[in-house]
């Protein structure tokens, strides 16, 4: 009897270890916090193709990486950038300076993004560190005056 429950102690111990060792990689709490800030602050309704409308439950392995959809307004056209690559090309305080330098005259939501705090920036980029980089680049911007060969929309004038 005794040697039965020591057997089924010793399993439990080794699935408890096990379950804590793969939790420990998604637990990071700045990267859950990266996670989370990413997500109530609607970066992939823009930056995710197919976020919107379609599915709140693309797999976050399919985020940030940028689209070819251009916004279309007086600044020409704007394509969101993959943040995938743009964020795994520079450091975490690189990033700190682009976010609060972010272009004005751009449907980006850079009032919104000026109010993150830098701790929560910090996590943003470690989250984005975390998923790795993927996808292509996104079409340079274009100047006001010129028809996209992609497609596009036109959007509101920026804040
Ligand atoms: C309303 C749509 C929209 C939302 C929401 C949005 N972005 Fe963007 N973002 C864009 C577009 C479009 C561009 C390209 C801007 C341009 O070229 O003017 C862009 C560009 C960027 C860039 C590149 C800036 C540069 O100087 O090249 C970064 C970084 C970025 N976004 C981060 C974010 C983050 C982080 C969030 C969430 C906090 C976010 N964006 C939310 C549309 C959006």
């Known amino acids: 009897m005794y040697p039965k429950r ?5 399993l439990l111990i080794v699935l408890l270890q096990f379950s804590g060792c793969v939790g420990s990689k998604q637990k990071s709490p700045d990267v859950e916090r990266g996670r989370y ?3 109530i602050m609607g970066c992939n309704d823009c930056h995710t193709p197919d976020y919107m409308g379609s599915s709140a439950f693309l ?3 399919e ?3 940028g689209g070819t ?3 279309h307004g007086s600044w020409g056209t704007a394509y969101p950038a993959n943040l995938r690559l743009m964020l795994n090309d520079i450091s975490e305080e690189e990033w700190l300076v682009l976010a609060r330098q972010m272009r004005q005259d751009s ?3 850079w009032s919104s993004i000026l109010k993150v705090t830098e701790q929560d920036l910090r ?3 470690r989250f984005v560190r ?3 980089p993927k996808g292509v680049h996104a079409p340079a911007r274009l100047p006001a005056g010129v028809t996209p060969t992609t497609d596009y929309f036109n959007f509101p004038e920026p804040h």
């Open 107 to 109: 449907p980006m939501s």
């Open 123 to 125: 996590a943003v980029h």
């Open 59 to 61: 797999p976050e392995d």
């Open 6 to 10: 020591v057997v089924l102690l010793l």
């Open 63 to 65: 985020w940030l990486v």
């Open 130 to 132: 975390y998923l790795g």
């Open 69 to 71: 959809l251009g916004f």
């Open 37 to 39: 800030v990413i997500e």
